[in-house]
């Protein structure tokens, strides 16, 4: 891998890396992880990458993380060894959209013949992004590492956020299938404070009721008696980082989900909760998530093998370094390896599966993948 930042994040130095990477013939293609505050647009980006041959993916995150660095502004873009099949899908959030259709469709059987490692990328507010992970592990199943998360922006606003070769694009999913091998590891160091309550109305991303009282007196009720603070017009969000929900697996480790806002007495999270699921509110401390994202590594490690490994990508929440603050940085050092180079973003959930377990759209997670 061929792995080049770019600080300044303006759109004639992304075009310049563009066509570096286009031009070296020992790429195949194109990995572009770049920062909201940058500004990009289809304006003023779709000409670069409508140019590019080579197939070119990613997508626009909060954050950006090289080596020992996290990053408000930049782009980073990795030259990929192999040439990488890609699907790019639109609109995503679509209520009637056979998403196993559409991806037998997009991806065909032979993209996936030697294929070892599934990058996704998706627009983090979209609505049904469970269903498109939901139907990726029914037609791939185990047999293939997966690894991405979604783009989009901290001022909670939708825009067009994934990269590829049509342009940068809002409510989409661009799909890579990597003849790479690669070992994943996923934890996140969240513990339960509540008893559980049966989610009894949702719609999509949105939690109407809990046990058939208004979620957002739910949640108040429980995450105000915790934390011995009050909600109040503004707070919502710098409170809710700290109390995610978690969502009960039967055998496995809760998968977190993100209050990101009110609606009313329904609370808006990143990514689909299923009527009729159990979730618990948790909590974490300093201590918690930074072992998590060292055992994220740890078990990244056991599932790559014994082949040697020559880099590191760190797809972690952005809500993580919003909770850990200046103590991001202890985040990064658990969980980096010196010797290899670390590329990778904060995000607006993770996607992960290390081919022995279930592939979900996480929130508040560590996800590390050694290539």
Sequence with gaps: MKIILDKSGTPDNFANLLALLDADAEVGGILILTCDENGFTPENVNGYLQATIKPVLGGVF??????????????????????????????????????????????????????????????????????????????????????????????????????????????????????????????????????????????????????????????????????????????????????????????AEMVVRDPLMTRGDSLVCVGEVHQGSFVRVMNGDQSSLIAAASMARDLAIKDKGSQAEHAEMFIDCVSRVLFLEDNFDLELVAVRDKRLPLFGALTIGEIANNGNDYLEFYNKTAVVGLF
């Design 62 to 251: 909060p954050q950006i993380l090289h080596g020992a660095e996290h990053l408000n502004r930049g782009t980073i873009a990795v030259g990929l060894p192999s040439i990488p099949r890609l699907a790019l899908i639109e609109d995503v959030s679509q209520g009637n959209k056979d998403w196993d259709g559409v991806l037998t469709s997009a991806i065909p059987e032979a993209s996936c013949a030697k294929a070892k490692t599934m990058l996704v990328f998706v627009d983090g507010f979209s609505s049904r992004i469970s269903a498109v992970i939901n139907a990726l592990f029914n037609n791939f199943g185990l047999d293939i590492n997966y690894l991405g998360g979604g783009g989009g922006s901290l001022t909670l606003v939708q825009k067009p956020c994934i990269i590829s070769n049509c342009g940068l694009l809002q409510d989409a999913v661009v799909i890579a299938m990597l003849d790479m091998p690669s070992g994943v590891g996923v934890a996140h160091g969240w513990r339960p404070i509540s008893d559980a309550f049966k989610v009894t109305e949702a719609t999509g991303n949105i939690v109407h009721s809990l046990d058939w009282k208004p979620a957002y007196q739910v949640y108040k009720e429980v995450v105000e008696g915790h934390s011995g603070k009050f909600f109040d017009a503004d707070n919502f969000f710098s409170m809710a980082k700290a109390y995610p929900f978690g969502i009960t697996r039967l055998g």
